[in-house]
Nanobody, 121 residues
Framework: QVQLVESGGGLVQAGGSLRLSCAAS????????MTWYRQAPGKQRELVAS???????NYADSVKGRFTISRDDLKISVYLQMNSLKPEDTGGYYC???????????????WGQGTQVTVSS
């Protein structure tokens, strides 16, 4: 069984930084794209940043130049470095990964439980 566990969220003042981590565990054979989403209160979940196996990165316009996504396939982890944080970055941050288990022929999508980021003004 595959699990994704996020960490690194917290309360920070505007202009500050946080680094989120997401570690995968289980009977993993291969990992495809890894993505960070966020959801603010009363709003739909939105893509923040994604990274492919070939390290091709994609960012939401609202975070370009401030956030950096990276991955470590040896540690089966994905990270989100968030700088120059703004109050509008507040929300639950969720890790999503497409993973192929050893006993399965296709990739499936898995979500973490989320970590809360609160940016005060």
């Amino acid at each position: 069984q595959v699990q994704l566990v996020e960490s690194g969220g917290g309360l920070v003042q505007a202009g500050g930084s946080l680094r989120l981590s997401c570690a995968a565990s289980g009977t993993i054979y291969s990992i495809d794209d890894m993505t960070w989403y966020r959801q603010a209160p009363g709003k739909q979940r939105e893509l923040v940043a994604s990274i492919t196996r070939d390290a091709i990165r994609n960012y939401a316009d609202s975070v370009k130049g401030r956030f950096t996504i990276s991955r470590d396939d040896l540690k089966i982890s994905v990270y989100l470095q968030m700088n120059s944080l703004k109050p509008e970055d507040t929300g639950g941050y969720y890790c999503y990964a497409r993973i192929k288990e050893r006993s399965v022929s296709r990739y499936a999508g898995y979500w973490g439980q989320g970590t809360q980021v609160t940016v005060s003004s």
